[in-house]
């Protein structure tokens, strides 16, 4: 099978910020595994990311090389998989453009996504039209693709279903089936909570680890990572609901047998918080060394990401443009 005929993942990032290991949880682990089975378009997706940040266009600016050198980092090959700048394909903000005329604003506001982050941000009615409407931009990146699969964290479950609802309205007003559905692939983990124990390890937080973190960053961070607030004495029993220590153990530990012989030690009592945190610390330091060293190895030449960068946009505006092509066709805006 040549990679042309394999199905294909659409998959990606706002550049708001350094990439952590939520996000390795969430998505990165999957996309390195699935790039050799599908075809993997993976986005910077810096125009959504303007939706909230128009005051600060240089932090989206700076952060899309610092993101890509992420994604090298932790093993996005890009000779297999194609890495690519949202805002140079003008194809995905016509499609969007089209798409807005398939969802209705109550809809919009009904999608449990964009209510929390209204919530989040504070926004009320105070939204900008552009950050309400993501929804549809979201569904062009994906169709524009022609994606079936989306790997993302389950907190954009509900993107997908709006972006398949477009895909069925589109695809009966045409009476062809030009776009295509796509389904979410979701960790089986869940969410991984931050260091300081709340439910979601997230930049706007503060509480993450990310995954260019140096030595001495993974040590600091690890010293306050949230455990068993009962666990006040070695001999007490120690709890896992809630432990996040324990909880990152879960993700990251490669020797999951011997976690299980700590976690029981643990509850029975005898195991003191700082054991549990050198592991914790051992793995980390493990894990993210040699993405670290990747990380710095790439830094080096950033006129050569952004070659990189630039080759795969080329090559995925070419697959865009089809799909607009397509899309105006069906819509009857082709006229010479
Ligand atoms: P922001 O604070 O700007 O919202 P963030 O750190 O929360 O940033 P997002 O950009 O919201 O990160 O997340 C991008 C993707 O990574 C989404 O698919 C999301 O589900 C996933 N993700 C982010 N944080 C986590 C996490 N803690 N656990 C699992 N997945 C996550
Ligand atoms: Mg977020």
Redesign the pocket.
């Known amino acids: 099978m040549t990679r042309a005929t394999l199905p294909i993942i659409l998959?990606g990032?706002?550049p708001?910020?350094p990439?952590?290991?939520?996000?390795f949880?969430?998505?990165?682990r999957n996309r390195v595994a699935y790039q050799h089975d599908y075809r993997q378009f993976i986005m910077l997706a810096d125009a959504q990311?303007l939706t909230?940040n128009m005051e600060d266009t240089g932090k989206v600016h700076r952060n899309v090389l610092e993101v890509a050198l992420d994604y090298l980092a932790v093993g996005i090959d890009p000779a297999i998989s194609t890495i690519l700048i949202q805002s140079q394909i003008p194809e995905l903000a016509e499609l969007t453009f089209y798409y807005l005329n398939l969802v209705t604003v109550a809809r919009l506001e009904r999608n449990p996504t964009v209510k929390e982050?209204i919530r989040?941000r504070g926004f009320e009615r105070d939204i900008p039209a552009g950050f309400l409407t993501y929804p549809a931009s979201q569904a062009a990146d994906i169709t524009a693709f022609k994606a079936t699969l989306v790997?993302?964290?389950?907190?954009?479950v509900p993107m997908i279903e709006q972006t398949n609802e477009i895909v069925r309205k589109f695809n009966r007003l045409a009476q062809r089936e030009i776009l295509v559905e796509a389904k979410a692939l979701v960790?089986a983990?869940?969410?991984?909570?931050?260091i300081d124990g709340k439910?979601?390890?997230?930049?706007?937080?503060g509480n993450?680890i990310n995954l260019g973190a140096s030595a001495d960053e993974i040590r600091a961070a690890v010293k306050q990572v949230y455990t068993d607030p009962l666990h006040l004495r070695v001999d007490d029993p120690g709890h896992l609901e809630g432990n996040v220590a324990f909880i990152y153990l879960d993700a990251f530990d490669p020797d999951q047998e011997g976690l299980a012989g700590l976690k029981e030690r643990y509850v029975r009592g005898g195991v003191g918080d700082s054991l549990v945190k050198k592991r914790l610390e051992g793995v980390l330091q493990e894990m993210l060394a040699p993405v670290r060293a990747r990380r710095e190895a790439f830094a080096q030449d950033p006129g050569a990401v952004m070659q990189m960068l630039k080759d795969g946009t080329f090559k995925a505006r070419d697959v865009a443009a089809r799909t607009a092509d397509e899309v105006r066709a069906a819509l009857g805006l082709r006229y010479f």
């Open positions: 998959t990032d706002r708001t910020g990439l952590h290991l939520g996000h949880v969430g998505s990165l990311a909230d982050e989040l790997p993302v964290g389950d907190d954009q960790p983990l869940g969410r991984l909570p931050g439910a979601k390890m997230s930049k706007s937080l993450t």
